[in-house]
């Protein structure tokens, strides 16, 4: 009896303990999501719409006869319509060639394609800045030819479009490619038998299949376009502003935050709705393949010869393209400061000092580890954090709390991150009780707790996938053995779960590092990142070896990621394999 009496007192101790943490975590989650994520976002439409305590649209007044504001908007707009028609036509044909078609090379096309996955935004700015800027090697060239030539003719609309349409095919090489190798080929061989040509077979049997597909890429690149910072700031020149790059220079004149605070508004109001499409998409989108067994599918032949020819002609002139600003970064990195500046490439300047002075002093090495230090406490903050949210989401699917926890880690995707930014300025510029007396002006923590709360939603998609992949036999199995809730998710559940873990860890490093649209608003100036370091080092003025420091830096910064994107996919390759 006694015994008995003891077990029962201990499993109601153990209940009680159970319940304390419980709610404790629930406390301290709900503080941070009122602090971090719904109080900025609060302060950004109290100053825009209710600055006095009432409704007050003056600000919005100021944004209409706001000349300079108008114009962002309207060049926003224009950037991403275009961007839509633009990226989406060349990322649907370069799927098609490495995929679809019989093309010779094609995996070689494929890997140079994906290079845009190692440069991200700023280093293929900078890389192309390095071709064609006034001081790229192609204007030169072109410059030595034509003496007259305008030597600033890669600035404005035009060039901006060209680089991000390039840069944003990445996630046609993601998610559009696994959607052609999807297709079932019973369909197009029965097409075929039935007298349809190749072209007929993908106009009117494949495309369709990827339609659903192709209508999120579209809705997602002009979500791209309309937000679009970095190519604009380093190659829109004066002339062509977008709305994010002057919501950064109205935040920084502080009777002008609220014109700042409008334009975040607006975007974040365009944010919403394009999400609501993307979501009635994804619930509309149901097909089912028409065949009984699916077929792998095999790569169609071009039988016309000549236009077998320009496809090829068109692949590799495009491949030429996207190799220019990767060569061009490698080169500039072993090139002497003063030759690199004077377009200069010979052997005689080439030179390793490049990277000893970065490796060799402090005041250069301080932006990579910053940015590895800052990148790495976000990513495994978010995922582990998410990694306990999604226990308690898998344990209470009908429980009210949990499902406003949900919903309240999906925030950050329904507003664009320079409003988050800002609301940090405005919520937080001075000690506030939701920081424990603390205030974000001149803090290094603001910038990391920044980069983690932009990847708690994407963490949180594929952690409850993962949780709710589990079969729930093994749970069961375990507490039938006797062991706790606690043991159970240590030894049973954990390992199954980490590779999902460690490969969501890297995704999220990987699209950190280079972050510049957070780190421009929340950096300190003593400690800047390689987003910023990469962005102040791209104007050749700022001192002789600019351009090589940066050359350097984005090298590092692909290497970096390639290594991380070798952790994701190569491993996961080699575990196929050998399966």
Known sequence: RRQRQMCIRDRSRTNILQKTIKWLFYIILAWFILAVIINPILSVIQTSLWPQGALNLRAV???????????????SFLLAVCLTFSCNILGLFMVLVTDYFEIKGANLLRLIYMTTLLMGGMVMNFGYLLVYGKNGFITQLLAFIFPKMNIYWFEGFGPVLFIMTLGCTHIHMLFLRNAIRSIDFHLLEAARLLGSNPMQVLRKVALPTILPVMLTLIIMTFQTGLGAF???????????????PLILTFANRPRSRDIAAVLSVFLGLCQILLLFFITRNERNSNFLSVSKTQAKLHKQKINLSWLNALIHTLAYALAALFLLPFAAIIVASFTQGAALRQSTLSLNHLTLANYYKIFSRLDHLQPIITSISYSA????????????????????KHDWKANILEYS????????????????????????????????????????????????????????????????QLEEASQILGASRIRTFMKVLL?????????LIAIQFNQLIDDYDLSVFLYQPSNPTLGIEIRQNANPDTNIDAQAINAVYSVVLMGIKGAALYFIYGSSDRKNKIN
């Open 495 to 503: 390992p199954i779960l980490l590779p999902t873990i460690l490969a």
């Open 61 to 75: 007044e100021k944004v209409f006869k706001s000349q300079r504001a108008m114009q962002s908007i309207r060049n």
């Open 409 to 472: 880690f999906y925030i950050p995707w329904l507003v664009p991150s320079l409003m988050l930014a800002l609301g940090y300025l405005m919520a937080y510029d001075q000690p506030s009780r939701l920081l424990l007396g603390n205030s974000v002006i001149g803090s290094w923590w603001i910038l990391p707790l920044a980069y983690l709360v932009i990847s708690l939603p994407n963490s949180l998609r594929y952690i409850k996938a993962a949780y709710f992949g589990l079969s729930p």
């Open 377 to 396: 406490i976000a990513a495994v903050g978010a995922v582990l954090l998410i990694t306990l949210v999604g226990r308690i989401l898998q344990k209470s």
């Open 230 to 244: 970095s190519a604009p700031v380093m190659v829109g020149g004066k002339n062509f502003q977008t709305i994010s």
